[in-house]
């Protein structure tokens, strides 16, 4: 199986969802815990929008009176000013106490949402990881969590003002003239008829292609800039490059068709709500009215000002309808990563006798009908090295990741100290295995800490001495600002002292099993030959598990296990099997060469190549 075929199986095998996790859960069982809040929000904005229409009444009512035929009434002119201007102080005080309360609690959502999907994440199978995008999964945890913002902080005060105001706006026009009431209404009527244009099935189908296309333009973005080095040295910066370029061209071909398809319908509600439309249905429904005896002059002024208040909500309607569909999606996204089964901890934990490692009859695949790995039965014991060969695709680094419990088999049991791994506790499990891999991920953060990361109280003098067990202590005294270096920000690591610092790492750790897929890959044959020693010199009876290319790291191993599709098909002490002339003296001789030419390269560091 190779690398796509893989990713591809284990994103079809995802875990299903956990009972107790946000999957099943829509945005309103997401946003439950916050119910009295919204409620708050959702107040204060009815009554500021409320409050709102009292200028525009006041207004109204003052062109009556001072329309109206007689003397003046002062006291009354001064009531209706004086009412619109307690109405827009109201107004203003309420709205903004909404606002504000809005964006408070959208503090609140996005932090605890965050929350839960680091929580999350630090409970998944590790495994999971790698059959994301990091691009797609930064987007979740980054991009959509932000698109609940609108929803939250000002979707509640436009939906409110959208029903609120024209509700009691058209109380108070019924209440003048019925018959205008409706005339005034029209255009509202046709902006609201073409909202269903806008929600199909097709238009649906390509908001979420949309979205599709945004997370594969951030994956490939990624991608990119992280292989850069690598596509330049291999010259294959052009067909990276076209990978991006075919990301972007399919965004802007569903994004144009996203756009052709809502400008017609968008132009049209514009046209609709727009004031001078307005105005002239109104003023053409007046003017008859008037002109047949059947409306006072007087009381066409309410409708001139209130008619383009109804307008004005509905076309933030639309805005908020859009926001509501947009965090509805990012909404889903989230709950899909919410709802990953997380790590399978036993409800009553049981402490490991030992660090005798044991697989038993282990077998596992990321899809059904597809095993990786085909009846294992392996023990390692204390104080040994157990080095793991054979060639790209038998099902190495799976079986190494079962150890840390990246994944349970599917079949079988994987046993340390007499316990299946299943009823041992992480913490318990994590202070037992430390593991080095190949993909060496540093963190932002000085030297000392990187080192320090299972350890974070250990004495300055403990991490100097796992960095020098792992060769890379002279090299950290050579950065600008030695273990304060911040790895990232005041200087980089190549990829064979990254290695070395993840070494250092799990020295550290001092836990009793160890696994190592071939952990000094990046490394020169100096650094190699001195790590080989750490790991020789290392008090107690540390259980070794490594994934081996290298001779020498087999050479030094204490059992050498071959596999071949999923299978043991030897094992051994590594001089028995090569007197058997069987697959792994077969590899031993594919790789000779390569031993020789690094020999004469590096002037006799490795020093011979037959086994002890």
Do not use: C
């Not at 891999?437 to 000392?448: H, P």
């Not at 087999?554 to 050498?560: C, E």
């Not at 299978?567 to 792994?584: D, K, Y």
């Amino acid at each position: 199986m190779n690398a796509t075929d893989l990713a591809e199986a284990r994103e079809r095998s995802a875990p299903p969802p956990d009972a107790d996790s946000g999957a099943g859960r829509g945005m309103a069982g997401l946003l439950r815990p916050y119910l009295w809040s919204f409620a708050a929000v959702v107040i204060l904005q009815v009554i500021g929008a409320v409050a709102g229409l009292a200028p525009l009444l006041a207004v109204v009512e003052l062109g009556r009176t001072l329309l109206a035929p007689g003397p003046i009434d002062h006291g009354h002119v001064w009531t209706v000013v004086i009412a619109g201007a307690v109405g827009l102080f109201v107004r203003l005080l309420f709205t903004a106490a909404s606002s504000g309360l809005g964006h408070l609690v959208d503090g609140r959502v996005q932090l605890s949402f965050r929350r839960q999907l680091a929580a999350r994440l630090g409970r998944v199978p590790i495994g999971w990881f790698s059959r994301r995008r990091t691009g797609e999964l930064a987007k979740v945890v980054g991009e959509d969590v932000s698109a609940v913002h609108p929803f939250i902080a000002h979707t509640p005060g436009e939906l409110v003002s959208a029903f609120v105001v024209p509700l009691v706006s058209l109380i108070y026009l019924f209440a003048v003239d019925w018959r205008l009431t409706l005339i005034t209404l029209i255009p509202v009527v046709l902006a609201v008829a073409l909202i269903p244009l806008m929600m199909t099935p097709t238009r649906l189908r390509e908001q979420k292609e949309f979205d599709r296309a945004m997370g594969r333009i951030s994956s490939s973005v990624v991608e990119f800039v992280q292989g850069i080095s690598v596509v330049k040295a291999f010259g294959g910066s052009g067909r990276a490059h076209r990978r991006f370029l075919t990301a972007v061209d399919d965004f802007v071909g569903i994004f144009s068709r996203l756009v052709y398809g809502i400008s017609g319908i968008g132009a049209g509600m514009q046209v609709a709500l727009s004031p001078p439309f307005v105005l002239l249905v109104v003023l053409i429904g007046g003017t008859v009215l008037i002109a047949s005896g059947g409306l006072a002059p007087a009381d066409l002024l309410p409708f001139l000002l209130l008619g383009l208040g109804l307008t004005a909500p509905v076309a933030a309607l639309g805005h908020g309808f859009d926001e509501m569909q947009a965090a509805g999606r990012a909404v889903g996204r989230i709950r899909d990563v919410l709802g990953v089964r997380s790590l399978a901890e036993p409800a009553h934990p049981v402490a490991p006798q030992g660090h005798r490692v044991e697989l038993r009859g282990v077998r596992f695949g990321y899809e059904a009908g597809h095993e990786v790995l085909r009846g294992i039965d392996l023990v390692l014991e204390p104080g040994t090295v157990t080095a793991v060969v054979g060639p790209s695709g038998s099902g190495k680094s799976t079986l190494v990741q079962l150890l840390p419990r990246f994944f349970d088999p599917t079949h079988g049991s994987v046993v340390l100290g007499g316990v299946d791994l299943r009823e041992i506790g992480s913490r318990e499990l994590y202070r037992m295995v430390s593991f080095v891999f190949q993909d060496v991920r540093l963190l932002r953060t000085s030297v000392a800490d990187n080192i320090a990361l299972a350890v974070p109280h250990a004495d300055r003098e403990d991490v100097i001495r796992a960095a020098r067990l792992a060769n890379i202590h002279d090299r950290i005294l050579e950065l600008p600002r030695g273990y304060e270096t911040v790895i990232g920000e005041d200087a980089g690591l190549s990829g064979g002292e990254a290695q070395r610092i993840s070494l250092a790492r799990a020295l550290l750790a001092a836990t009793p099993v160890l696994v190592l897929d071939e952990a000094t890959s990046f490394a020169d044959p100096q650094t190699e030959q001195a790590v080989r020693r750490a790991l020789a010199t290392l008090e107690g009876d540390r259980t070794i598990l490594v994934i081996a290319h290298r001779l020498e790291t087999v050479a030094d191993a204490d059992t050498v296990v071959v596999l071949e599709n999923g299978s043991i098909v030897e094992r051994g002490r590594p001089a028995e099997l090569l007197a058997q002339n069987g697959r792994f003296a077969a590899f031993w001789q594919s790789h000779r060469p390569a031993i020789a030419d690094e020999t004469e390269t590096h002037r006799g560091v490795l020093q011979g190549d037959e086994p002890r």
